[in-house]
Every structure is written in C-alpha cells, then in structure tokens.
C-alpha cells in the first residue's frame, strides 16, 4: 500500500509564499498523473493542480497563475509552489492520484494564510 506524506504548510500572510512537498513509499509519480487537493472548513475537498506521469501540468482557475506543480521522479516526491496566497487558500492540502482508485488519504498539510 502506497503511503502519501504531505509537509511544508504553515502560516503565512497574504501575498507570501510556501512550498509543499508530498512524499510516496514507491515510484508512482512516474506511472500515475497525480494532483493536489486541498479542503477548506466546512467545503468539499477539491482539486487545485495536478500532474501527469509525462509532466503534463494542469491548474484550477482559482490558483492559475499563483501556483506550480512539479515533481522529482528520482525522489519520489512532488511539490506545490504556491505563491500571492490568499485568504481563501486556507485549507488542509493533500495529494493523491486524479485517476481510477485513490490511495488512502495522508494526514495533509494545514495552509493558513492570515495577518
């Protein structure tokens, strides 16, 4: 059973910068396209980036322009810059596959972005 990391979430203002990593137990960002998710209080779980096994990037409205998506194959990880956060980007991110049966769900990452 593949197991998801996620990490690097925090507290930041609006208009900084965070970068998020999400970590698997085995080679899948090369198999798999895979995307970030991320849930707000009281909202659906969405998803805002995701990646194909061949680099192909695609982003949700809200977050185009502000946020890349990338991955490191070699190191089994994948990453989220997220830059001019706003305080609607306040949300649990997680990562997981787009396609057919997700993994288990990692614990996420808390992304609040506040004065």
């Known amino acids: 059973q593949v197991q998801l990391v996620e990490s690097g979430g925090g507290l930041v203002q609006p208009g900084g910068s965070l970068r998020l990593s999400c970590a698997a137990s085995g080679s899948i960002f090369s198999i798999d396209a895979m995307g970030w998710y991320r849930q707000a209080p009281g909202k659906q779980r969405e998803l805002v980036a995701d990646i194909t096994s061949g680099g192909i990037t695609n982003y949700a409205d809200s977050v185009k322009g502000r946020f890349t998506i990338s991955k490191d194959n070699a190191k089994n990880t994948m990453y989220l810059q997220m830059n001019s956060l706003k305080p609607e980007d306040t949300a649990v991110y997680y990562c997981?596959?787009?396609?057919?049966?997700?993994?288990?769900w990692g614990q996420g990452t808390q992304v609040t972005v506040s004065t």
């Open positions: 997981n596959k787009v396609q057919g049966i997700l993994f288990r």
